[in-house]
């Protein structure tokens, strides 16, 4: 099968966190950057994560991006905005996509006089081959990352919702409607939650969030599903030779109510549970449904959760789910994602991490991978293209 080639061809940052002005010319290969602690090497995977829709890989705060220096030594100044902008490839065709924050005012009725008040916000927008694009979720049509952090060394660990987002970016790789779904099923929910806090919510107005409620919340468990049963087949007839094969699972109300019932009956259910549960708000209890769907890992051989897994093995299990949603969206897609490996070998023995690196150049993409320590890439001196960052600057190595 011939693989058509997507990622960057031309990175180009503006006053984005520790870099002034930075353009990298990159190749469709793995990519690997090295500098010490605090040089700028997260920084630029952070930066691509911003051409993919949602708040990229550290979900920052918009504001917190722009860059920060200092000035005469004793005062710091933040810069107005900031920006990311490339030259892609998806499937071969070349396409410009941008991102930038905005500051933007926006008009209000002054509630106790006539006049009328301007306030300032900040927003992100969204350049595609130099058009502005409304809706953001329209960049998972043109770049696909998938990242692993160092932040996500304790996913299997802590409460579900870095779990449940990090299954949710998995989703969008085959649905993008799922990225729309989940933004307004948040963002209903808050307005529900917050008008019967406020005890200011009439009741046609709340029947009719929690019909919506209901329709997005079902659509959004079929889609996890989807995405679970996928990968498991996937698992099943590919199972990896190096790192542990997984079983993955969702854990949740609605998502298992879809073993047994149809879409429509639960979407009742659904919206009926939600009136129930009304009063829960006022008594600060837990609402159900799929804002609390847990997404559960098991190293399948030892039918061990992933949570009672060793640290390594644990790095482990995430590489696994990651290299074969990666495979899934080549083979089922036909659209190669671009991998984002922030310090990924950290936890891995010699013989992972040099498995991992001979996977990587055997999946014949754009991998972006940072580390403290060069010399862990030998293996790959030959088709990586190699940056060192120092200061807020980088070099070809
Ligand atoms: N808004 C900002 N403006 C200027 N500098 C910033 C901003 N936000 C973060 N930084 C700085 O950018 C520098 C590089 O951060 P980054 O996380 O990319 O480092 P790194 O090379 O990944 O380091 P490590 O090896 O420790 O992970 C840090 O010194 C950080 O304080
Ligand atoms: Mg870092």
């Known amino acids: 099968m011939i693989q058509l080639k997507s990622g960057i061809k031309r990175l180009t940052l503006t006053d984005f966190r520790n870099y002034k002005n930075l353009r990298i010319e990159a190749e469709i290969a793995p990519i690997i950057i090295t500098g010490e602690n605090g040089s700028g090497k997260t920084n630029i995977l952070e930066a691509i994560s911003f ?24 005062n710091i100044l933040a810069s107005d905005s900031w920006s990311v902008a490339a030259e892609i490839l998806k499937n071969d065709e070349e396409h410009f996509i941008g991102t930038a924050l905005q ?50 060394d ?34 209903l929910y808050r307005q529900w939650f917050q008008m019967l806090k406020n005890g200011i919510a009439d009741r046609h107005w709340l029947e009719s969030v929690e019909a919506d409620i209901a329709a997005l919340g079902v659509a ?44 429509l009956k639960i979407e009742d ?70 991998l984002l490996l922030d310090e990924v070998t950290t936890h891995l023995d010699d013989a992972k991490r040099d498995a991992l690196l001979e996977k990587i150049r055997a999946l014949n993409l754009q991998a972006w991978i940072t580390s403290t320590e060069p010399q862990n890439f030998t293996p790959l001196k030959n088709e990586a293209q190699f940056f060192t960052v120092n200061n807020g600057n980088v070099f070809s190595a």
């Open 51 to 74: 051409l993919t829709p949602g708040r990229g890989l550290r979900s920052a705060k918009l504001s917190e991006i722009k860059r920060i220096h200092s000035i005469e030594d004793t």
């Open 103 to 152: 500051k933007m005012a926006r008009e209000y009725e002054s509630e106790t006089d006539e006049a009328e008040e301007w306030r300032i916000y900040e927003r992100r927008i969204v350049k595609i081959d130099g058009q502005k694009i409304s809706q953001q979720a329209e960049l998972g049509k043109y770049l696909s990352a998938i990242w692993v952090t160092p932040q996500m």
């Open 154 to 187: 304790r996913l299997f660990l802590g409460g579900p919702q870095p779990r449940r987002s990090f299954l949710d970016r998995l989703v969008y790789a085959f649905d993008l409607e799922h990225a729309k779904r989940t933004a307004n099923f948040e963002h």
């Open 220 to 263: 959004i468990a079929a889609a996890r599903r989807e995405l679970v049963a996928r990968l498991n087949t996937f698992i099943t007839y590919e199972p990896d030779d190096i790192f542990p094969d997984v079983r993955l699972e969702l854990d949740g109300l609605i998502e298992k109510m879809l073993d047994r019932e149809s879409a």
């Open 269 to 338: 259910f659904y919206r009926e549970n939600l009136a129930r549960q009304r009063r829960n708000v006022l008594n600060n209890e837990s609402i159900d449904g799929v804002n609390r769907t847990d997404f559960k890992v098991f190293f399948k051989k030892k039918n061990m959760p992933a949570e009672l897994c060793s640290t390594g093995e644990q790095k482990a299990l995430l590489v696994s789910i990651i290299l074969a949603q990666t495979k899934c969206q080549i083979l089922d897609k036909g659209f190669t994602p671009v």
